[in-house]
């Protein structure tokens, strides 16, 4: 039995987590889900995987969870989800825009498709994903940056590029919408697909989201939580 017993801090609210079907999102799910809260769910390729978190989320205590198709990249697919959000919740709590990809080799020998899929994903799609879900929202925004978006690195240019720039992006925002919380919580090597299951658990960098949404770690509006700072 995997139900978490105990004061349940995000009873009740609505978590909307892109690219949650892995990785850190997934983890991210599960430990809202042992806080009782509301989860939105979404996979773009991976809907067994996506289907498995639903399940288990539920089981954890999650007060519901529900599976959706999400494209980051189709305003199309952002719209329906939107609608389907709307339609069952009303609003949304928190949006965590997770969903992310990599390509990590020169430069010089990266596709013209690789460099679209990076951008439109990373950094496109989730100003997109901000700005059609943003009359929804009622407490915050929080977007999955990187140390790749602090510090640049070789063979990973693109992947740099878009990083540095959902952390301008987040700062600007949080200019405009004092009212809301809106920070960016950056990973350092995780253990995921991304970086072939090198580096932390993804429940590690699960639980310094969880912090910073629930307020247990303060930070800065528009500001970084830099994931190897709190875990040292």
């Excluded at 709590?93 to 997770?98: A, G, P, Q, T, V």
């Excluded at 790749?148 to 959902?166: D, L, R």
């Excluded at 950056?186 to 699960?206: H, K, Q, Y």
């Excluded at 969880?210 to 500001?223: D, L």
Aim: hydrophobic share 40%; with cysteine; glycine share 10%.
């Amino acid at each position: 039995m995997e139900v978490q017993q105990g004061v349940k801090k995000m009873s009740g609210q609505v978590v909307f987590i892109t690219g949650s079907s892995s990785g850190i999102g997934r983890e991210t799910a599960y430990r809202f889900a042992r806080e009782g809260a509301k989860l939105v769910l979404t996979y773009n390729a991976g809907k067994g995987r996506g289907q498995e978190t639903e399940k288990r989320c539920k089981r954890l205590g999650a007060e519901d969870a529900v599976l959706i198709h999400l494209d980051v990249t189709d305003v199309s697919s952002i719209t329906l989800a939107l609608s389907n959000v709307r339609k069952k919740y009303g609003g949304v709590d928190f949006l965590i825009n997770n969903a992310g990809m990599g390509v990590f080799r020169p430069f010089k020998d990266q596709s013209i498709k690789q460099i679209e899929q990076q951008t439109r994903t990373n950094l496109e799609g989730l100003i997109k994903v901000s700005y059609l879900f943003l009359p929804l929202i009622r407490h915050g925004i929080v977007n999955i940056a990187s140390a790749a978006g602090k510090t640049a690195y070789a063979e990973m240019a693109v992947y740099c590029g878009t990083k540095f720039g959902v952390r301008g992006f987040t700062q600007a925002l949080a200019e405009e919408f004092p009212h809301l919380k809106v920070f960016c919580v950056n990973p350092d090597m995780t253990a995921t697909r991304l970086s072939t299951f090198a580096g932390r658990p993804p429940s590690e960098v699960a639980e310094v989201i969880f912090k910073a949404v629930s307020g247990k770690i303060k930070v800065a509006p528009g500001g970084d939580v830099d994931v190897w700072k709190v875990i040292r």
